[in-house]
Antibody, heavy 119, light 109 residues
Framework: EVQLVESGGGLVQPGGSLRLSCAASGFTFSSYSMNWVRQAPGKGLEWVSYISSSSSTIYYADSVKGRFTISRDNAKNSLYLQMNSLRAEDTAVYYC????????????WGQGTMVTVSS | EIVLTQSPGTLSLSPGERATLSCRASQSVSSSYLAWYQQKPGQAPRLLIYGASSRATGIPDRFSGSGSGTDFTLTISRLEPEDFAVYYCQQYGSSPWTFGQGTKVGNQT
């Protein structure tokens, strides 16, 4: 079964850091580009970051640029999001999502992990 | 940045009725790189349509997408009870990828 499972969420103080992980299974992870998407409580979806299959291309939303770092380990079938200098407005469910080639829509999503930034 | 505006915000319909959801882009979406997702409470989004009109794997044919340029439509021909949810459009033709604010399809009965 094709599956993505996020972990690493939790409660963190403003200014703190957190590292999210996304474990992939059931497909050849190294062949797919990946994304992080977040959803604040009761709000819509916001794309956060993209990484190509070989990590050669990386994009960030302006709202997280300079604070978040996306990375992947193809040997471990894992995607990561290092989040630094966290703000209250970063509070959200964070989803990892696979890119459907060649069209690039997001075809497989994890169940999400909640990040709460609060003192 | 391409801004996507979905309308209406809420659609109140009954099972068996037809639903028509609109997504308008602030500038042309390249190569019709427009997708539609369905999200139910407490669940992750699910890809329904990509490339403006292609159904994703396993999506019933009552779901159809159309449009190009700046105007796109998702149509659900006959609503089933499991179709009541929030629907988002997304453009992935140019970074930053952006989503519409969502349309909630609610059960009128």
């Amino acid at each position: 079964e094709v599956q993505l499972v996020e972990s690493g969420g939790g409660l963190v103080q403003p200014g703190g850091s957190l590292r999210l992980s996304c474990a992939a299974s059931g497909f050849t992870f190294s062949s797919y580009s990946m994304n992080w998407v977040r959803q604040a409580p009761g709000k819509g979806l916001e794309w956060v970051s993209y990484i190509s299959s070989s990590s050669s291309t990386i994009y960030y939303a302006d709202s997280v640029k300079g604070r978040f770092t996306i990375s992947r380990d193809n040997a471990k079938n894992s995607l990561y999001l290092q989040m630094n200098s966290l703000r209250a407005e970063d509070t959200a469910v964070y989803y990892c999502a696979r890119v459907l080639p060649p069209q690039d829509a997001f075809d497989i999503w994890g169940q999400g992990t909640m990040v709460t930034v609060s003192s | 940045e391409i801004v996507l505006t979905q309308s209406p915000g809420t659609l109140s319909l009954s099972p068996g009725e037809r639903a028509t959801l609109s997504c308008r882009a602030s500038q042309s979406v390249s190569s019709s790189y427009l997708a539609w997702y369905q999200q139910k409470p407490g669940q992750a989004p699910r890809l329904l349509i990509y490339g403006a009109s292609s159904r994703a794997t396993g999506i019933p044919d009552r779901f159809s997408g159309s449009g190009s340029g700046t105007d796109f439509t998702l149509t659900i021909s006959r609503l089933e009870p499991e179709d009541f949810a929030v629907y988002y459009c997304q453009q992935y033709g140019s970074s930053p990828w952006t989503f519409g604010q969502g349309t909630k399809v609610g059960n009128q009965t």
